[in-house]
């Protein structure tokens, strides 16, 4: 296949470098992902508008499919790239429209986020709802953007499986009727004395606040994960993106 | 009691930074932390040389005790901080000499990490280990430094109770005669189906290789932690914190 290859002028650096902001990604309607494992992942699943990339990464890709290619030093991807260590491929992806019914919710699990602002934490987040086969998350408003670079690139690809949806928490937990809604608490429930049901919301809360206490209120399920030796008193807590990774694991052993 | 204060010159501020370089914190065997909370925690914990803050925060912690207590405007702060987001106290303290007994570990469930580099990721796993109740961290000596700024505040203060010891991981293991030695693969038996000992010691390998050869040689079980659907084929992995903390937690299950 014939493929026009496109130059990397000043303009295209400075339109990558752009979307370093949220409010660029979403006029466009994009959000770009640096390095060979998250591009590839990505590629077969989204539709890549640029693809700028080493000479050599294109020689050994040649099945890469975007709209524009272009070939790049490696000099001039450090220009544009958003990362602290640049990469020999980046991309320019649109954003999915990730559509979801309530009948597929309510027959899964799934993970809603109130307001976490880390975009690490976020990414890492998505990567354990792929590994735990989650397949819906959704983002309350507050909650940082997904296709912040730093969260594109904690993900490892996982953002190729893991569908996103930002809405109000409220109005979904409202709209799933009597559906089971665990979040964790500090004063929650032991998890290995609860009953966990196989489809559920599991939500997560902020890093510095936890879980907002209109959200709380809608919580069904208050949980807790135990420390160790159990019981003893403790200020202290897990980041959120581990005690994600607890539950969900433990959400998993009950169905084994 | 009566308090000297210092004056915060060019030459501490100067001090202080260089202290984000491993061989500076050698050398004085010091480490920097920041922020009311990190600072607190480890107040009372270790020796603190310098104690540089704002007036409102030294007003309201009256009893802190440090060789040196030194009152700073939040500017001045800023330009000692190691931080992106300076604090309005920073404190220097003495690396603790953390020791060990065999005998002590022989009792105890332990982690060693195999290399791991990434700053945030230590600190993470020691406030994984300090909630799961695991008090001896061994690290190879390719393993990030533990007074790295970014570990130090992201263990959260869980380093005034985790004992980290820098050493060889095969002369360890060595010396713990027939110990347990646990460390997850790709290809390592799911979890929930092995047998899990009340001590032993957990491997964790590096973020991008995993355990490295010599090491898994030593390890005499081998674990998996089941992704889900389980059993269906994944080329993914989870972050070496998120591991941890899903291991950790499944050992101290099942000592309920």
Redesign the interface.
Known sequence: MFLERFMFSKNKIKYIRSLELKKNRKEDGVFVAEGHKLVGDLLGHFHCRMLVATADWLASNKDAVADEIIEASYEELSRASLLKTPQDVLAVFNQPQSDYTLEDIKHSLCIALDDVQDP?NLG?II??A????IEHIFCSQGTVDVYNPKTVQAT???LARVKMHYCSLPSLIASLEDFPVYGTFLDGKDM?EETLSASGLIVMGNEGNGISKEIAGLVNKRLY??????G?E?S?S??V??AT??IC??F??R??
């Open positions: 690490g890492t990567r354990i792929d590994w735990f086969g490892m690809g996982a290995y994960i135990p420390n160790y030796p159990k003893q403790t202290e897990l980041n993106a581990v990774a607890v694991a433990e998993r052993r169905l084994q």
